[in-house]
């Protein structure tokens, strides 16, 4: 596995890491804990060095999981998790108050098995907390060797550039991939003027870009999926001119839907490291392989074009959540 630089902090990860995510929240009922357990060590054993996690993903339990299953290789890995929602329950809204942050970093220590948090996001920009103040709690944190990085999710450009004045900022996390490409305007030319890493969320469109997924799919109850406007069957089915697409261009390289995805994203920019996630051991398997598709300027002048002519239906979320995403 080929490894990157987030940006000019001299954080370096895999290529490709893991958004463990999906382990035990967000996409249905949570894997069996030690099949989550098998499947994060796997990715390590397979050269993944990133692992992507939050307090709020379950809650808690996630990174419960994720410390116990890299504590034996804790010094070969960069764990990167979050702050920053009310009483670590993403439904009750951002909370970036500043003692919450000290808190949530003592907390997900613990449950990480570790003595610092290698990446510490802010989950989601807290309009109440100046983002200063924000960026000098975690700068604080640094300080104290409880923390190495500072990171920020779905921020605005603005933003980003006002707390990496205070602390400068490692990594920006938004969702980016061949389904949902606005960083591209405001995002990217501000990372790339301060020297930060990117790092796709969802960069296979929430598993509709593997081509495992159509309108007559069903997902399981608690799926968040099935509130998200982009899933709706309709759409759906509008949408799978892209996954088409994919293929078409894929089965020319010899790969899948799945690793021409991920390929294009490590493709746009040096920076920029995804984090698909999985609960499946081929399905890693396939998607790890994306980083060994090379793309040339005419594959990706090809899929400019191509791309150029379908249009994308329906919002990536329902207005409850597409309310916390700065601007």
């Known amino acids: 596995m080929q490894k990157r630089l987030l940006g000019k902090s001299g954080l370096e990860v895999s290529a490709i890491g893991l958004g463990c995510m999906g382990l035990s929240f967000a996409y249905g009922p949570a894997a069996e ?52 929602f009310r009483d670590g329950d ?3 809204g951002p909370d970036s108050r500043l003692e919450r942050i000290r808190a ?45 990085h500072f990171g920020m999710s779905e921020a605005g450009a603005e933003t980003i550039r006002r707390a990496h004045a205070v602390q400068p900022v490692t990594a920006v996390q938004s969702e980016y991939s061949l389904f949902w490409r606005e960083p591209e305007t405001k995002i990217f030319p501000t990372l790339e003027a301060l020297g930060i890493g990117f790092v796709p969320f969802s960069p296979l469109g929430r598993g ?31 949408n799978l001119a892209l996954v088409d697409l994919l293929g078409a261009i894929a089965a020319k390289k010899g ?9 294009w994203l490590i493709a746009q920019k040096p920076w920029i490291a995804p984090i698909p996630g999985t609960t499946k051991l081929h399905r890693l398997a396939e998607n790890l392989g994306g980083a060994d598709v090379a793309l040339t300027a005419d594959d990706l002048n090809q899929i400019e074009a191509a791309l150029a002519r379908i249009k994308v239906e329906g919002a990536r979320y329902p207005e409850s959540a597409q309310a916390m995403v700065d601007k």
């Not at 499947?39 to 709020?56: H, K, M, W």
């Not at 790969?255 to 390929?263: G, R, V």
């Open 255 to 263: 790969a899948t839907k799945a690793q021409l995805a991920l390929a």
């Open 33 to 84: 804990r030690g099949e989550a357990i098998k499947l994060i060590r796997a990715a390590f054993e397979r050269g993944v060095t990133f692992f992507d996690t939050a307090e709020c993903y379950g809650p808690f339990v996630n990174e419960e999981l994720v410390g116990e299953a890299l504590a034996p290789v804790r010094d070969q890995v960069v764990i990167a998790t979050k702050f920053g």
């Open 104 to 148: 949530v970093a003592d907390a997900s220590l613990k449950r990480l098995k570790t003595d610092r948090i290698d990446l510490f996001y802010q989950h989601r920009v807290d309009r109440n907390v100046p983002i200063e103040d924000v960026a000098g709690t975690v700068k604080d944190l640094i300080a104290q060797g409880k923390v190495k």
């Open 208 to 238: 509709f870009l593997t081509g495992a997924i159509d309108d007559k799919t069903q997902f399981a109850a608690g799926d968040a999926r099935n509130a998200y406007p982009r899933f709706t069957p309709e759409a759906r089915k509008a």
């Open 90 to 92: 993403a439904r009750l």
